[in-house]
């Protein structure tokens, strides 16, 4: 079974911290993807990746960065966290045109 | 980028019930997808579906590719406890590399009562 493993459940964190989520896959995907889910907006893609230490953006990177250099995992970084970056951040993997397998998300509070 | 509307927002029924929910999009998709998120999980895939007029059921649920293909439905019969958490619709925009970039809809919260 495909096993999507995001570091951390909660995480706290200041404003103007770097933060840095993680998220590793054991399923040798191609694909990664960075989403944040917020109450109303659903899910909206944030950065993907098609392959080691290629990155495309999605449809808010605003405010983010990401960095594949192995196959397996995928980061999300902050540069310098804000308050309105305060979310539910879900990563998930897939096969070329296959189903995304997601992780179980962080839940990030940036006060 | 696109946007997936999704009504309701959100739902209280009770056990036994039928569900109805549905997906409108102001952009054509050739795939629509349907994906549940449980309380504290991440979202997992229900129903996959890839031809207008397609009905295509997963036990207790049968999704909908609407005909014009800028909407799709879902159907929950006899609704049990466990139904309970977001469901989301999705469809694919462009593929870059081996990558489909996935629209996810806004979501629909269903809570049941006993």
């Known amino acids: 079974d495909v096993k999507v493993t995001q570091s951390s459940r909660y995480l706290v964190k200041r404003t103007g911290e770097k933060v840095f989520l993680e998220c590793v896959q054991d399923?040798?995907?191609?694909?990664m993807f960075w989403y944040r889910q917020d109450p109303g907006l659903g899910l909206r893609l944030i950065y993907f990746?098609?392959?080691?230490?290629?990155?495309e953006k999605g449809d808010i990177p605003e405010g983010y960065s990401v960095s594949r250099e192995k196959k397996e995992r995928f980061s999300l970084i902050l540069e310098s966290a804000s308050t309105n970056q305060t979310s539910m951040y879900l990563c998930a993997s897939s096969l070329v045109r296959s189903p995304l397998h997601f992780g179980n998300g962080t839940r990030l509070t940036v006060t | 980028g696109q946007q997936l509307n999704q009504s309701p927002q959100s739902m209280f029924i009770q056990e036994g019930e039928d569900v109805s929910m549905n997906c409108t999009s102001s952009?054509?998709?050739?795939?629509w997808l349907w994906y549940k998120q449980d309380p504290g999980e991440g979202p997992v895939l229900l129903i996959a579906l890839y031809k207008a007029g397609e009905l295509t059921s997963n036990g207790r649920l049968t999704a909908q590719f609407g005909i014009t293909r800028k909407d799709s439905f879902l159907n929950i019969s006899a609704s049990i406890p466990s139904d309970v958490g977001i469901y989301f619709c999705a469809g694919p925009q462009i593929t870059t590399g081996t990558a489909s970039k996935l629209t996810f809809g806004t979501g629909t919260r269903l809570q049941v009562t006993l």
């Open positions: 952009s054509i998709f050739n795939t």
């Open positions: 990746s098609y392959d080691v230490k290629m990155k």
């Open positions: 399923m040798d995907h191609e694909n």
